[in-house]
């Protein structure tokens, strides 16, 4: 079975330009998660998805960030603009329902974000 | 005071030993409890999954939450070189869906051969 996907695994840009991170997640799995882990650092949640709904996106700095989950399978994570602090891993994570006790998370390799 | 503690680490100790690997946290909400281990460079992968208070034992991983004391430990036996990462406490509470996870800030480890 395909773990969860990420793309780009790398990327640099230019402080004020745009970036866009792809996720796709195992199939079958409804729920889908965007984290942030900056160098030394857990995980902390940005947004999370229950197919194309999103349900928790309390986290997320939504002046330069923006996600979307169109059909309810593959996200995307945008920053427009970025900023120097934005420099970190975004993770992607999936989950089969987001309704059993025992759901777990899987998680993808991550986009290492360097903003110079 | 952030709502999960973990000391960073690193933690460096002979190949064999056993290690002990510890998290705090302060929101009794938290139900479920979990350990992921993540290498350079990759997402983190998980490790063990426990309910509520208790022991559960998986090979040479042990984890044990103490709900009381909001204290949670990894123990992992016969330590081997390739256990060098960096091990991540996580928990969430349970709210009818699946929250995301709030993790440690990870506890690096050292196996030295």
């Known amino acids: 079975e395909a773990g969860v996907v990420q793309s780009p695994r790398y990327k640099i840009i230019e402080k004020k330009q745009p970036v866009a991170f792809w996720c796709n997640p195992i199939?079958?799995?409804?729920?889908l998660y965007w984290y942030l882990q900056n160098l030394g650092q857990g995980p902390e949640l940005l947004i999370r998805?229950?197919?194309?709904?999103?349900?928790?996106d309390s986290q997320l700095p939504k002046d330069r960030f923006s996600a979307e989950r169109l059909k309810g399978v593959d996200s995307t994570l945008k920053i427009q603009p970025a900023e120097l602090g934005d420099s970190a891993v975004y993770l992607c994570?999936?989950?089969?329902?987001?309704?059993?006790?025992?759901?777990?998370?899987?998680f993808g390799p991550g986009t290492r974000l360097t903003v110079l | 005071q952030k709502e999960v503690e973990q000391d960073p680490g690193p933690l460096s100790v002979p190949e064999g030993a056993i290690v002990s690997l510890n998290c705090t946290y302060s929101?009794?909400?938290?139900?479920?409890f979990m350990w992921y281990r993540q290498y350079s460079r990759k997402g983190p992968e998980l490790l063990m999954y426990?309910?509520?208070?208790g022991n559960k034992e998986d090979g040479r991983f042990t984890a044990q939450v103490d709900k009381s004391s909001k204290y949670i430990s990894l123990f992992i036996r016969d330590s081997q070189p390739s256990d060098s990462a960096t091990y991540l406490c996580?928990?969430?509470?349970f709210g009818g869906g699946a929250d995301g996870l709030t993790f440690g800030k990870g506890t690096h480890l050292i196996i030295q051969p």
């Open positions: 994570a999936s989950s089969p329902s987001g309704q059993g006790i025992s759901d777990t998370q899987y």
């Open positions: 199939s079958g799995h409804n729920t």
């Open positions: 998805y229950e197919n194309e709904e999103a349900v928790d």
């Open positions: 929101n009794s909400a938290f139900q479920y």
């Open positions: 426990t309910y509520s208070s």
């Open positions: 996580a928990m969430r509470g």
